[in-house]
Nanobody, 118 residues
Framework: QVQLAESGGGLVQAGGSLRLSCAAS????????MGWYRQAPGKQRELVAT???????NYADSVKGRFTISRDNVVNTLYLQMNSLKPEDTAVYYC????????????WGQGTKVTVSS
């Protein structure tokens, strides 16, 4: 089992920035991909950004140019730097580790709430 501890959410004004962190209890490099998803009230969970084991990043069109996904393999932490935040970015953000290369397990964080005021 891998434990994921998310942090960094909060209340910010439109145009502001936040950095989300997702600390894992085990090496994140053993996962095929990792990413951030979000779920706004009354909506389905959607992909925000993903990062492959090889370092390729992919972003939802709505966040391209504003958000940056990154990782630190030494401290087993995944990050999401969010700049130029908009009210429509308000959601609960979840980190995901997808497919452990040894047993194909997938893990989700507990979620961290981001609220962007206009």
């Amino acid at each position: 089992q891998v434990q994921l501890a998310e942090s960094g959410g909060g209340l910010v004004q439109a145009g502001g920035s936040l950095r989300l962190s997702c600390a894992a209890s085990r090496s994140i490099f053993r996962f095929i991909a990792m990413g951030w998803y979000r779920q706004a009230p009354g909506k389905q969970r959607e992909l925000v950004a993903t990062l492959t084991r090889g370092g390729t990043a992919n972003y939802a069109d709505s966040v391209k140019g504003r958000f940056t996904i990154s990782r630190d393999n030494v401290v087993n932490t995944l990050y999401l730097q969010m700049n130029s935040l908009k009210p429509e970015d308000t959601a609960v953000y979840y980190c995901n580790l997808d497919q452990d290369i040894y047993d194909r397990s997938t893990y989700w964080g507990q979620g961290t709430k981001v609220t962007v005021s206009s």
